[in-house]
């Protein structure tokens, strides 16, 4: 029986999926989240799952939003657990509703589980899926348990669990496989246990990694009862993707768009950003405007000028990258802020002495001038330590006020320190203009 040109479009999706799921992701991106709906709704949810891990996690959420509840809970069913929790924190309580009616009970009850736990905890981030052992059990009904997890899941070790079901330790399946098959697992335990609660946060999570020199970390509840594990690898994957997402943010594009995405898709996204950024090059070109009187009577300033601004815009940028990385793999909060803004403003100041040695030597050279050099040297000292300043404090009180560091971050700071590069430089000058 011929197939309908719908079960061919069907194959033909499933197909580019399977082989190619980032170009797959790129064109989920570019539909609309009701037409990408659709074609979720249709493929198999292991197959969609792996575009789903490129998919910008707004995106995603925009597109499970509009999918069919059960194909939807299918789809979270299959993700990694850190960005299934994203997701699922992140949907309406309508469609959650739906989607716990038409899951499996399992599935429905890791669903409640998973909403009970805050944002980026272990809770969240756990993979539920774990292999199971009573201490007492013998080698070949550890590998028997083995061969009985569902297809597509992956182990790695073993969680030995106590006659009351409370976490022992692990051992690394390769361990098992050499062992005897009538040794027991408690005579391979690895001792000391180390384990995190489910309601650690990620940057807990973390550290407790980097301090034992983890791969994988337990997350156990009440009386030590195994919940799930952390993976190393999952957690550098999700935060690569934030760190990706921020990167195309502080240029004023959306972590949506690709390489790949439309021309017309390019222009939505971006023009605003422009926009915002030309209604502030207006109040720089407002400050310049105000020394109208001495840049026409020392038209070196002029030249002068976008080497301040120029280095006071780099500074600015060092300390918001760093301070967005912090922020994103939750090494620094908001209580860090004091401390981050005098780190800054010390290494802004002393990088300013740095370059305006160089920078007077120079203008020395080509001007001759005393007082132009001591103008631009205490300058670019003045507008350095404020730019870091401001590159630390803009993101983390942009976190601490609900909005994304990574997309507003960079055109408050470049306005910032090119208005104090400008004001610092021409206001010195004015106050001097007799020694220039």
Not at 130 to 149: E, F, G, N, P, Q
Not at 183 to 211: G, H, I, K, N
Not at 306 to 321: F, I
Not at 339 to 356: D, Q, S
């Amino acid at each position: 029986m011929p197939r309908s040109s719908t079960d061919l479009q069907i194959l033909l999706a499933e197909d580019l999926l399977a082989r190619h799921p980032d170009e797959a992701a790129d064109r989920l991106a570019g539909m609309s989240p009701r037409v990408a709906a659709g074609v979720v709704a249709d493929i198999d949810p292991q197959v969609c799952a792996a575009a789903f891990r490129t998919i910008s996690p707004a995106t995603a959420l925009d597109i499970l939003e509009a999918t069919e509840p059960r194909a939807a809970g299918n789809l979270l069913m299959n993700l990694l657990p850190a960005r299934a929790g994203a997701i699922w924190g992140g949907l309406g309580d309508t469609q959650r509703g739906k989607i716990l009616e038409r899951v499996s009970s399992a599935d429905a009850r890791d669903l409640r589980v998973l909403a009970t736990y805050p944002p980026e905890s272990a809770g969240r981030l756990r993979d539920p899926r774990i292999a199971v052992c009573r201490a007492t059990a013998s080698v070949t009904d550890a590998l028997a348990r083995v061969k009985a997890t569902p297809a597509g899941q992956t182990v790695h070790d073993l969680f030995v669990v106590d006659s009351d079901g409370g976490l022992v330790g692990t051992v690394p399946l390769h361990e098992v496989v050499q062992s005897s098959a009538a040794s027991s697992l408690e005579t391979l335990v690895r001792q000391p246990l180390v384990a995190v609660s489910p309601f650690a946060s990620r940057a807990e999570v973390v550290e407790t990694m980097q301090r034992h020199k983890l791969a994988s970390l337990p997350v156990v509840g009440p009386h030590n009862v195994p919940l799930g594990v952390l993976r190393l690898s999952e957690l550098i994957e999700e935060v690569g993707k934030e760190l990706s997402a921020d990167l195309v943010s502080m240029t004023g594009a959306s972590a949506e768009e690709s390489a790949l995405s439309g021309s017309g898709f390019a222009v939505r996204k971006r023009l605003p950003w422009l926009l915002v950024n030309l209604a502030t090059a207006f109040l720089a070109a407002t400050v310049v405007g105000l020394f109208e009187d001495t840049i026409a009577q020392f038209t070196a300033l002029a030249v002068l000028l976008p080497v301040v601004a120029g280095q006071s815009g780099n500074t600015g940028s060092q300390a918001l990258a760093v301070v967005l990385r912090g922020l994103a793999v939750r090494e620094i909060t908001r209580r860090q802020l004091p401390r981050v803004a005098l780190k800054e403003l010390i290494a802004g100041a002393l990088n300013g002495v740095g370059v305006a040695v160089v920078a007077c030597a120079g203008v020395y050279v080509w001007s001759k001038s005393i007082g132009l050099v001591v103008v631009i040297g205490t300058a670019m000292v003045l507008a350095m330590a404020i730019a870091g300043v401001a590159g630390a404090v803009i993101p983390i009180l942009l976190d601490a006020l609900g909005q994304d560091p990574a997309q507003s971050s960079s055109i408050i700071l470049t306005t910032v320190t090119d208005v104090f590069g400008f004001l610092s430089f021409l206001g010195l000058a004015t106050a001097f203009s007799s020694m220039i």
